[in-house]
């Protein structure tokens, strides 16, 4: 592949959010300077930060930036004068579900591996989780996060609607995505009780003969969820819907090992959005504590989606290297623990072979400024 220019909308976002994207920026970086691309970086506010600076969790810049961009990076929205206070009525939540909602990224794509190195450190028995390796395509823009909410007099609503088309959609991409695996889908739904979850069932097994070597199997969620870690190794694909697949993907992390791990891809008919599946974990703000492994394998994520592979190999490789050498943030390496900081310059050496700690982009600017 030739040299490329990518633009990149950039939303750091709060808490541990700018810490995590300064490091995958520094990898991005090493990328640029070993391969010779150009990304132009477009750093816009979203979640909290963008309330406190206009009252609006998305912009209509931000938005614009995002429209105009080949990918978008986001670190992590959230704060807990929000997350505490119920009556808000505006929140920084209602910025990623908008985002989300105006690019159609309806799919969100997130990988759950067990490290072999890693191993050890789990929670789980090392048996059990040994070799797990799944893809969960969640379903992001439909469902109970965008049906009519709100209050009645003594109480409070939130609608969860799925049209056909919606679940067609995805069930294709996890479907394609299962026949370049191991070629089983499970459909975690919740069919014994709810209506949407029916529908679901039904469209699956409509589109199932398409794809004749793909075994599906189906699991009401409670099960997926006692599933998930008494044998994980059963999932291949999992094909879910919103929020369904919010909650056993942040459980699943605890078979890879850390919730800063896991990275995602959201991906709709044009655009791109590319995210740690964590959030802004405020208690880990200004530490140096925050793992941005999520985040540097996100930007592996949209190198491939730039059809960058070997640009994406060496990422996930300097990854690789810093899980063998322990290279690691506290959660996972307690005795001898790396900062945010530290990490991200390892992994980022490793890309550009043996390069300097010297990236230091440590204040996001804002707008269009970083050509990195
Ligand atoms: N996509 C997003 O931006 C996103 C996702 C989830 C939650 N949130 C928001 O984040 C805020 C905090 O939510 P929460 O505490 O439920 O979830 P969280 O993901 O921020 O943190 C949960 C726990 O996971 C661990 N953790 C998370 N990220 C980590 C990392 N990079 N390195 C090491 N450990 C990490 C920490 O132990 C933390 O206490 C809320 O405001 C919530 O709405 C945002
Ligand atoms: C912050 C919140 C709206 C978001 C979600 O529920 O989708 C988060 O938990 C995620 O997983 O990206
Ligand atoms: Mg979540």
């Known amino acids: 592949m030739g040299v490329l220019t990518k633009r990149i ?10 810490e995590v994207c300064t490091e995958a920026l520094k990898v991005l970086e090493a990328v640029s300077e070993r391969f010779g691309h150009q990304f132009e970086l477009d750093v816009q506010l979203m979640g909290a930060c963008a309330i406190d600076a206009t009252g609006d969790p998305l912009p209509e810049s931000t938005l614009q930036a995002c429209f105009e961009a080949d990918a978008i990076l986001l670190g992590a929205i959230g704060d807990p004068k929000y997350d ?38 789990s929670p789980l028995k090392a048996d059990r989780i ?6 969960i395509y ?19 609503y939130d609608h969860c609607t799925y049209s056909r088309e919606e679940i067609v959609r995805i069930a294709h991409l996890a479907f394609q995505s299962a026949t370049t695996r191991r070629n089983k889908l499970t459909l975690v739904d919740k069919a014994n009780v709810l209506e949407t979850s029916r529908l679901w069932r039904e469209v699956v097994q409509q589109i199932s003969p ?14 997926a969820a006692m599933q998930m870690i008494l044998n994980p190794k059963q999932f291949d694909v999992i094909l879910t819907e919103n929020m369904f697949g919010d909650i056993i993907s942040d459980e699943a992390s605890v078979i890879a090992g850390s ?13 791109a959005l ?60 307690s005795d001898n623990p790396y900062t945010t900081e530290q990490v991200g310059c390892f992994i980022a050496d490793y890309v550009q072979e043996g390069g300097e700690c010297f990236r230091h982009l440590k204040n996001l600017e804002l707008g269009l400024s970083t050509i990195i």
């Open 84 to 121: 505490n206070n119920p009556a808000a009525k505006v929140r920084p939540e209602q910025g990623l579900l908008r985002l989300r909602k105006s690019l159609g990224l309806f799919a969100n794509i997130r990988p759950v591996t067990a490290y072999d190195v890693l191993i050890e450190h």
């Open 259 to 271: 919730l800063g791990l896991l990275p995602s891809a959201s991906v709709g008919e044009t655009a």
């Open 210 to 223: 398409e794809y004749p070597s793909v075994a599906v199997d189906y699991l009401f969620v409670d099960n």
């Open 130 to 135: 040994q070799g797990s390796d799944m893809l």
């Open 138 to 156: 969640r379903e992001l823009t439909g469902g109970i996060y965008f049906g009519e909410k709100g209050r009645t007099a003594d109480g409070a």
């Open 274 to 333: 590319f995210e740690p599946i964590h959030g802004s974990f405020p208690q880990g703000k200004g530490l140096g504590i925050a793992n941005p492994i999520a985040t540097i394998l996100s930007v592996a994520m949209m190198l491939e989606h730039f059809g960058m592979y070997d640009e994406a190999t060496l990422v996930k490789e300097g990854v690789d290297y810093a899980l063998r050498r322990k290279v690691l943030t506290p959660e996972l390496n």
């Open 9 to 18: 909308a950039v939303l750091p976002g709060d808490g541990i959010g700018p």
